[in-house]
């Protein structure tokens, strides 16, 4: 007997193992998902340490950061991927060309967990999801970034 199991339970398991092939991933590029991450926001514009963990505060979620973003920082610094000024942050030409890189691969994964949808799926998932994070008090005006 299969019992059809809550939501919560999707959210989980799709949520980590989404995290599993980007960490796999990355990882084998020389770069951890959050660097990822921070590389992104400052593909956008320059940005203080502050500026970049309220940009990168969606995703602590309940996880365990085993490194601090200022070690992260420090990584993709000594890497020539990313500049420090005055305590601004912003992406050197190489840290852009490499996260071009990166971008590819990271859309490979994101097509993966997609492939067995079409469109209409894919996005009433998306949209679905949305209202449920609506109903639960998320505005889109309350992000940072």
């Not at 920082?73 to 601004?88: M, P, R």
């Amino acid at each position: 007997m299969n019992a059809q199991r809550p939501l919560g339970y999707w959210l989980k398991l799709v949520d980590s193992l989404i995290d599993e092939q980007f960490a796999a991933t990355l990882e084998e590029h020389g770069v951890t998902r959050r660097q990822w991450q921070v590389l992104n926001l400052l593909e956008h514009q320059p940005a203080t340490e502050a500026q970049l963990n309220a940009g990168l505060s969606p995703f602590f979620a309940s996880e365990d950061e085993p490194q601090s973003l200022s070690e992260h920082l420090a990584e993709l610094v000594e890497s020539g991927w990313v500049t420090a000024q005055d305590g601004v942050y912003s992406i050197t030409d190489r840290g852009h060309v490499s996260l071009l890189k990166l971008g590819e691969l990271v859309e490979k994964i994101r097509t993966q967990f997609g492939e067995d949808l079409d469109g209409s799926e894919y996005d009433a998932v998306v949209q679905t999801l949305e209202k449920m994070a609506r109903s639960l008090g998320w505005k889109p005006e309350d992000e940072q970034a």
